[in-house]
């Protein structure tokens, strides 16, 4: 590349063997790519077709949802297209464009599932008061907050940064993550403190909020009769494994920021794709196993599929 390009264009480096396997990368990822898309869509289309379904466990379940589709679009097109182009390359807005995209949705997501474990709370522990508290404002605001806060927070991360010179043009990577950071020439004290404060503002008080939250829900639960103990189990389990999932995601995304240079190329592609490969297919499968009436709809709507087949 010449001097211009470098200035605009950056190289994905983590790709690894892509010449001998990449219509075998290709299948692979766009087959899991339409399964994502078709999986979590049928559940939102679930949920928005029957009227029972219109609670807030359920509308939270369906944001959750519709968030993983976006996220996986953000990546996989871009992984598809590399694949098959003899360059692996971005330009540098459109690679701070899924920066922000990636970490904006994985933020929301936090903020999500803090908002379930609310909604679970107040319908455990506070049953009478359940439809006062989480009715439909209530419930818009917080979907609201869920996605505008981390845009904003990330937006700020992204100017203070889109500026920075660089001295390197090679992405130890295969998409625009924490990894576009080593590519500056200089560690910015007022970058690195604000993104501080961004994590625990998007990370840690939400996960903390949620520990809190379900230790609170187990504590009232075990003291309670049985079938509030059931209650606790069958709605807030799913909830959990999401958590669970989704930590993973995050704490995989930091493992490759702050161990990357010291990583080979395998590794470092194994562990982008566990980032962003489980937790979009988990999510749906979680939900649609799990959640009794979601579980129902979908036997239903198959059913019909079936009948309609035949």
Request: charged share 15%; with cysteine.
């Amino acid at each position: 590349m010449d001097g211009e390009v470098n200035e605009t264009y950056l190289t994905l480096d983590g790709h690894v063997e892509l010449h001998k396997y990449r219509y075998l990368y290709f299948v692979v990822t766009l087959t899991v790519y339409i399964f994502i898309v078709i999986a979590n869509l049928t559940i939102v289309y679930v949920i928005w077709t029957h009227e029972n379904l219109h609670e807030p466990m359920y509308v939270f379940i369906a944001a959750l949802l519709l968030n993983s589709v976006v996220f996986s679009t953000n990546i996989y097109p871009k992984l598809l297209s590399d694949f098959l182009s003899e360059k692996q390359i971005i330009s540098y807005s459109a690679c701070y464009l899924q920066f922000f995209l990636y970490y904006c949705l994985g933020a929301s997501e936090f903020s999500l599932l803090a908002a379930m474990a609310y909604d679970r709370y107040v319908s455990i522990c506070k049953p009478l008061q359940y439809a006062t508290i989480m009715g439909r404002n209530t419930v818009s605001i917080y979907l609201s907050l869920a996605w505008l806060v981390p845009a904003c927070l990330i937006a700020v991360m992204v100017i203070l940064n889109v500026n920075v010179k660089l001295c390197k043009y090679n992405i130890n990577g295969i998409l625009c993550n924490n990894s576009i950071y080593g590519l500056h020439c200089v560690d910015s004290k007022v970058q690195t403190v604000f993104g501080a404060v961004v994590l625990v503002l998007t990370l840690l008080f939400p996960l903390l909020f949620i520990v809190f939250t379900y230790s609170r829900i187990f504590i009232i639960s075990y003291r309670s009769s049985k079938e509030v103990r059931k209650k606790a189990a069958q709605t807030c389990s799913p909830h959990l494994l999401v958590l669970i999932s989704f930590s993973c995601l995050c704490a995989f995304d930091v493992i490759i920021a702050r161990l990357g240079s010291n990583l080979t190329n395998l590794i470092r592609l194994i562990m982008t794709l566990q980032a962003v490969l489980y937790h979009p297919l988990f999510n749906p499968i979680i939900y649609g196993l799990k959640m009794k009436e979601i579980s129902k709809q979908l036997k239903r709507l198959f059913s019909k599929a079936k009948v309609m087949h035949f």
